[in-house]
């Protein structure tokens, strides 16, 4: 299975932006649908951001639309998470997730991917 590696977390204002990376090695990326996800102190894990093999596709969650944007580079075996206007509710220890699949598909559930890394936080607050 591919290994993933999350970077790019820290502390910042509100209003601020942060862009996260996660990179996959091993097998072949393209070859995987990529997810964000986050989870915060005393929460469950939820969803934020889902990208297909290619990057055609992809999908948000409701709370962070119109500030987040999930994309990817294959030829970096890279996805990213720009996350602009962040707010103190987007704190968070931020994962990326991969599960290998047929193109043209992404998941918003975090039971439909195989694979893990170990976070980056992301902080947010003045």
């Known amino acids: 299975q591919v290994h993933l590696v999350e970077s790019g977390g820290g502390l910042v204002q509100p209003g601020g932006s942060l862009r996260l990376s996660c990179v996959g090695s091993?097998?072949?990326?393209?070859?995987?649908?990529m997810g964000w996800f986050r989870q915060a102190p005393g929460k469950e894990r939820e969803f934020v951001a889902a990208?297909?093999?290619?990057?055609?596709?992809?999908e948000k969650s409701q709370d962070v639309k119109g500030r987040f944007t999930i994309s990817r580079d294959n030829a970096k075996s890279t996805v990213y998470l720009q996350m602009n206007n962040l707010k103190p509710e987007d704190t968070a220890l931020y994962f990326c997730?991969?599960?290998?699949?047929?193109?043209?598909?992404?998941?918003?559930?975090?039971?439909?991917?195989?694979?893990w890394g170990r976070g980056t936080q992301v902080t947010v607050s003045s």
């Open positions: 091993g097998q072949t990326f393209s070859d995987y649908a």
């Open positions: 997730a991969a599960r290998e699949t047929v193109t043209g598909v992404y998941y918003t559930d975090s039971t439909s991917y195989t694979t």
């Open positions: 990208i297909t093999r290619v990057g055609r596709k992809s």
